[in-house]
Each structure stands twice: as structure tokens, then as C-alpha cells.
């Protein structure tokens, strides 16, 4: 392999492992901030204590979320010079403002989140976790402003020609709010929530067969339930007006998504299918026109096609973008589908009398995280062969001094390390789980010693 598919694969490797924890850090801040709410509400030691729990498997999210984020930014630096200079300051202020406005927050709050229970008043300890949670939405804006502007470019200008040419700003608001961020940034968001919502329905779910924890597994069931069942309604409104943009903004990625090739015809929209690329044909099943109606409210209506464009700015993996794509869409219509179906028992009072939907449930966790996992490689693999979308393309972004063995080695490297990282991980995690909420006796033991040694202490 040559060092441009070798840089992507490495790079494409280290943030797919990294966008593991960052989706159930957001998610699991909200639902946190739930039960704690109605902890203060209504008094119930039993949110108290799942909040506690859940408190503990964020920490673990957030500190490999934050261990693994920095290995890409030295990436950028080895793998991708070019690139680099070109959008660095696009880039350095977006990462600037995270820095300022969500990192700050976040980790500034998270000390009196993980150690100041008991040290502070509940209100303020509330409010403490709801910094750590918007701190972590705030981070995911910057992040997503940065790479929606790979996508759709706004507010800049060129400075300087050739290997030497950078964008530079020149309306920090349009950079900001350029024609995809708003969209794509509901849709991260969205995913993330989803992500967190089912990490915590998969652990109660398990609790709840292996009759431990209860009443409390059901009550943190439920919101965990209406969570999810809201954002999976709402993710079908989000993607659906992220495709508009791809449709206005990126009409070759869009005709990637559905493999369409004639400009004259209608565009069919597949709910499975196989691309060949040489052909130019889809095997599948289909509905006849149906992109042309979600975008033009006309089953005949033409869509542009692949054919419509240069061959050197196509996306070249059509088949893969095509399976990432429906994989996405399958698995979101499946989380519709459960989340309905449960929150339909729930109202009829029979939620937790099926024990196979229950089980479906522990194993239900995986699917917004490949969700996520799919989506990303869909818009990044849709955006080629441009790192930033007609501008520069992916093959002049590299570093000339880089060589192939270089990567293969670090690539390597990388592989090993996240997989002890993410062993580690799910190691933890288990054990955390096994253990369970501490009990509410265990709590106020907890809060007798902790008083003692205060007073200890102010003596």
C-alpha cells in the first residue's frame, strides 16, 4: 500500500477508536442529570444511588475518551503536514474555543462530579454535573464546527499558492456556521444521547434477569427508555435534513449514498443493494424514485448522478459508502422500532414481564455505537478525494517525509495499545457492573464517616 491509504487507514483507525467514548460521555452526562433532577425532586435515595453508579462508568468513558483524543492531533502534525498548514487556522481557533468554553468547563466541574459527594450541597453537586454534561456538548460543537468545515468551507480565503497556501478566516460566524454544522451537529449529538440511553437500558436490563437491583433497575430503565425513544424518533428528522444538505452542498457524496449514476433519471432509494462500480448497477431491493421523493417531493423528479461529475472527483469506494450508509439508516428504523414497541408495553403495564425483550436489550448496546461508527466512515469516505471539500485533495494533504514502513510501524503500534486500552476498558466496565449501585445503607454509612472526618478534620 502506498502512504496515502496507509495514513487514512491509521488515522481512520485511532478516531474510530477514540469516538467510542466521547458519544456515551454526552450520553450518559444527560441521563445523569436526570436522575439526579429527580433525586432533588422527589428525595429518593434510589436516584441517588444510580446516579452514583453511573457517575463511576462516565469517569471511566471520560478519561479514555480524553486519553485517546490526543494521539489524532499529533497525527495531524506527522501524518498530515500539508493538511496541517492548510487548516490550521480554521482549525486552531475551533480547537481554541473548545478549549475556552467546554474543556474548561468540563473538567473543571468533574472534580466536585467524582469527589464531591457529601462535600457539597446536592443543589451545587447538581449543578456540577450538569457543567461536566454541558461542558461535553460544548467540546462535541467545536469538534463537529471543525469538521464540517472540511466539508462545506465558509468564511475563509486563500493566502499564499501552492504547498504554501492556507485558509484563513475572515468571518469567524460563517466558519462557524457554515451551511452543514448545524445539521451535523444535531445528528452527533442525537447519536451520542442514543448511545448513552442503551448503555444504561443493556446494565438494567441485565439486572433486571439476573434479579438484582430491582426496583431501581426499573425505574432507571424507564428513563433511560424515554430517552431513547425520543432520539430515535428524532434522529430520522436529524439525518433526514443532514441528506438535504449532502443533496445541496455534496451531490456527489449524496449519489454515492444510493449509487445513482444517470443525471436524467430518478434516483431510487435501496433498502439493501450491492454496487458494482464497473457496471454501473445496483443489485437490490428498492424503492422505485424514492430519493427523488424525499428530496423533491416527486417520485420522477432527476437527481444528480455520479456520471455528472469528473471521474477523479467521485468518491472511489462507492460499494463500502453504499453499505455504511444503509447499515446506518437499518439500524436507526430497527432503535425506532424497539423503543416504540417497549415504551407500548410500558403503557400497558407488561414492560418487564418479557424477558426476551429484556435480552434484547443487553445486546441492543451495540447498535448506536456502530451507528455512529458507520455514519462517520460514510460522510468521511463520502467526502473523498477531498480532506477538504474542493479545495485540497487527500493525496496532496500527506507529509513528504513520511514513509510507508513509518506508518505500517506506528499503525501497529497503535493497534496494540488500543487493544490493551480497550481490554482494560471492557475489563473495568465489568467489573463495575458486577459490583452494582452501592446500597442505601452503604451510601449512609458513607456519609457518617465522611462527616466524622470532616469534623475530625475542622477540629
Avoid: C
Avoid at 454515492?256 to 443489485?283: P, R, S
Avoid at 485540497?392 to 513528504?400: K, M, P, V, Y
Amino acid at each position: 500500500m502506498d502512504v496515502e491509504i496507509l495514513s487514512r487507514i491509521q488515522f481512520a483507525f485511532t478516531i474510530a477508536f477514540h469516538y467510542i467514548y466521547p458519544p456515551l460521555s454526552i450520553g450518559l452526562g444527560m441521563i445523569m442529570v436526570i436522575m439526579e433532577g429527580l433525586y432533588l425532586r422527589t428525595k429518593d435515595k434510589q436516584y441517588e444511588q444510580m446516579t452514583r453508579f453511573w457517575t463511576k462508568i462516565f469517569a471511566l468513558t471520560f478519561g479514555i475518551g480524553v486519553a485517546t483524543g490526543i494521539v489524532m492531533e499529533f497525527e495531524f502534525g506527522t501524518n498530515w503536514a500539508t493538511y496541517s498548514r492548510f487548516v490550521g487556522d480554521v482549525f486552531g481557533s475551533a480547537l481554541a474555543a473548545e478549549g475556552i468554553f467546554a474543556f474548561a468547563l468540563e473538567s473543571g466541574f468533574l472534580g466536585i462530579l467524582l469527589f464531591g459527594w457529601n462535600k457539597v450541597s446536592p443543589r451545587v453537586h447538581f449543578i456540577a454535573t450538569l457543567g461536566v454534561w454541558l461542558g461535553s456538548m460544548f467540546s462535541a460543537v467545536w469538534i463537529v464546527v471543525a469538521n464540517s468545515w472540511q466539508q462545506t468551507p465558509a468564511g475563509y480565503h486563500i493566502v499564499g499558492e501552492g504547498l504554501h497556501a492556507r485558509a484563513e478566516i475572515t468571518d469567524f460566524w460563517a466558519m462557524v456556521f457554515n451551511p452543514s454544522s448545524v445539521d451535523r451537529l444535531l445528528h452527533v449529538w442525537v447519536g451520542a444521547f442514543l448511545a448513552g440511553a442503551f448503555l444504561v437500558l443493556s446494565v438494567h436490563a441485565y439486572y433486571l434477569l439476573r434479579g438484582r437491583y430491582v426496583e431501581l433497575s426499573q425505574k432507571a430503565f424507564k428513563i433511560a427508555l424515554a430517552v431513547a425513544t425520543v432520539f430515535s424518533l428524532s434522529q430520522l428528522l436529524t439525518g433526514h435534513r443532514s441528506a438535504e444538505g449532502v443533496a445541496v452542498n455534496q451531490p456527489a457524496k449524496l449519489a454515492a449514498l444510493e449509487g445513482h449514476f444517470d443525471t436524467l433519471a430518478a434516483a431510487d432509494m435501496y433498502v439493501l443493494g450491492w454496487v458494482d462500480k464497473e457496471k454501473q448497477e445496483i443489485t437490490g431491493l428498492k424503492v422505485p424514485g424514492g430519493l427523488s421523493f424525499l428530496l423533491h417531493n416527486d417520485f420522477k423528479a432527476p437527481v444528480r448522478g455520479l456520471n455528472d461529475f469528473p471521474e477523479n472527483e467521485r468518491p472511489t469506494a462507492l460499494n463500502a459508502i453504499f453499505q455504511f450508509y444503509h447499515l446506518m439508516v437499518a439500524i436507526g428504523l430497527f432503535m425506532i422500532a424497539l423503543t416504540l414497541y417497549a415504551s407500548f408495553l410500558w403503557w400497558r403495564g407488561k414492560l418487564f414481564r418479557q424477558r426476551w425483550l429484556l435480552w434484547v436489550f443487553v445486546f441492543a448496546v451495540l447498535l448506536p455505537n456502530i451507528a455512529n461508527q458507520v455514519g462517520w466512515f460514510t460522510a468521511e469516505m463520502g467526502r473523498q478525494p477531498w480532506v477538504v471539500y474542493g479545495l485540497l485533495r487527500t493525496s496532496d494533504a500527506l507529509s513528504a517525509a513520511v514513509k510507508a514502513n513509518q506508518v505500517v510501524f506506528s499503525l501497529i503500534l497503535f493497534a496494540l495499545i488500543y487493544s490493551l486500552l480497550f481490554a482494560l476498558f471492557l475489563y473495568l466496565l465489568d467489573k463495575k457492573i458486577k459490583a452494582g449501585p452501592e446500597s442505601k445503607e452503604h451510601i449512609q454509612e458513607r456519609h457518617r464517616q465522611e462527616g466524622i472526618a470532616d469534623a475530625l478534620g475542622g477540629a
